[in-house]
């Protein structure tokens, strides 16, 4: 007697177990990763109870001040602490290939006003039409 094997139907399913465990492994290298790829110097920010900006059109060009009075800026993921002069050369260049970029300055808490205001004057001698100010909620 000869045995016949029975013909098994083929299976038109994708396991999709594989692909949902990459997911959620993204998920949380995303969920790690993020508060990283906001990069600057620290800085103690003033808290004010003031509007947020709308960011979303361009990236913004952020200057920070730290406590020192020494001026950082992100260049290419790296911050380098950077004279007035070439800051203002920078943001002049940013701004004649896109004019709508908004100009960011995180000043320490514990800066002098006067630098803050030298800071910002400088900028606006470079074309910035408006410079912001980035400001801590304050907390309640």
Not at 80 to 94: F, G, H, N, P, Y
Not at 109 to 124: A, R, T
């Amino acid at each position: 007697m000869k045995h016949r094997k029975a013909k098994r139907k083929l299976v038109a399913e994708i396991n999709v177990v594989p692909y949902i465990d990459v997911t959620l492994v993204l998920l949380v290298v995303f969920m790690i990763t993020a508060p990283l790829l906001m990069q600057g110097v620290k800085v103690e920010l003033p808290d004010a109870d003031s509007a947020p900006m709308d960011t979303k059109e361009q990236e913004p060009f952020i200057v920070s001040i730290k406590a020192d009075g020494s001026y950082w800026i992100d260049v290419k993921g790296t911050n380098e602490t950077q004279v007035l002069s070439v800051i203002k050369d920078r943001v002049a260049k940013v701004l004649r290939q896109k004019p709508k970029t908004p100009i960011l300055v995180w000043g320490d808490s514990s800066v002098d006003y006067g630098v803050v205001v030298n800071l910002m004057s400088e900028l606006q001698l470079a074309g910035a039409p408006a410079v912001g100010l980035v400001t801590e909620p304050p907390s309640r």
